[in-house]
């Protein structure tokens, strides 16, 4: 599905990935295949943010947002190995753990203000 938007909501073991435009929403949830999260054991984040990169094809702005460090890690990772990607994230948020409606709302309102201040003050 082509979509506009697109907000991720994600910690070091999954991520909730829904897309959205005015008339539709799709919600996906991508785990990380990683069974040793924060103990020192191997790392397996490049695979995990692959899928989630992979997942954002045909949107055009991404809010990040999570719990911890994991967005901003992705944020990173995409500007080494996924630049087309990298240039569609246009902020990340701190978010404790929101149902899918509650990240559709706060995306909503998020790029409402976002597409107002982008927006030229001389076509109003």
């Known amino acids: 599905m082509s979509t506009f938007h697109a907000v991720i909501w994600m910690d070091h073991s999954e991520a909730h990935t829904v897309m959205f435009d005015r008339e539709h929403v799709q919600a996906q949830r991508i785990k990380s ?3 040793h999260k ?17 997942a954002l094809t045909g949107t055009h702005e991404v809010l990040l947002c ?15 190995h996924q630049a087309a990607v990298a240039e569609t994230i246009v902020d990340s948020v701190v978010a404790d753990h929101p149902s899918d409606a ?5 995306a909503r309102q998020f790029f409402k203000k976002f597409d ?9």
Do not use: T, Y
């Open 38 to 54: 924060h103990q020192g054991k191997g790392d397996d984040s490049h695979a995990f943010f692959a899928d989630i990169a992979g």
């Open 33 to 35: 295949r990683s069974h």
């Open 102 to 106: 509650q990240l559709v709302a706060l």
């Open 66 to 80: 999570g719990p911890g460090l994991a967005h901003n890690q992705f944020r990173e990772w995409c500007s080494h």
């Open 116 to 124: 107002n201040m982008a927006a030229d003050p001389s076509l109003a």
